[in-house]
């Protein structure tokens, strides 16, 4: 069992940045990727970037150039690093793990952007 526990986030005016942190516990050995999702208000779950183990980066393109993961492959450490912020990137940001066909979620962070 794998336990993502995300940290980060909070209130930041239109224009700025704010960094997330994810981490990882429990059976990490066999994960293959960390990424982000977010879920606005009243919508659906959206998936914002992912990171596999060899270094591949995959984002959305509402947010490609403005945000950058990273991982730490020993550690199963994720941060997404979040800049130019704006109203439509408010929302509840959450971690994700895959480790082959199955996935796992953390709780959730608020980020919340003032125009």
């Known amino acids: 069992q794998v336990r993502l526990t995300e940290s980060g986030g909070g209130l930041v005016q239109a224009g700025g940045s704010l960094r997330l942190s994810c981490a990882a516990s429990?059976?990490?050995?066999?994960?293959?990727?960390m990424g982000w999702y977010r879920r606005a208000p009243g919508m659906q779950r959206l998936f914002v970037a992912r990171?596999?183990?060899?270094?591949?980066?995959t984002y959305s393109d509402s947010v490609k150039g403005r945000f950058t993961i990273s991982m730490d492959n020993i550690t199963k450490t994720t941060e997404l690093q979040m800049n130019s912020l704006d109203v439509g990137d408010t929302a509840i940001y959450y971690c994700?793990?895959?480790?082959?066909?199955?996935?796992?979620w953390g709780l959730g962070a608020q980020v919340f952007v003032s125009s």
């Open positions: 429990g059976k990490i050995a066999d994960l293959n990727a």
């Open positions: 990171i596999f183990n060899s270094g591949m980066t």
């Open positions: 994700n793990a895959k480790e082959l066909l199955t996935d796992y």
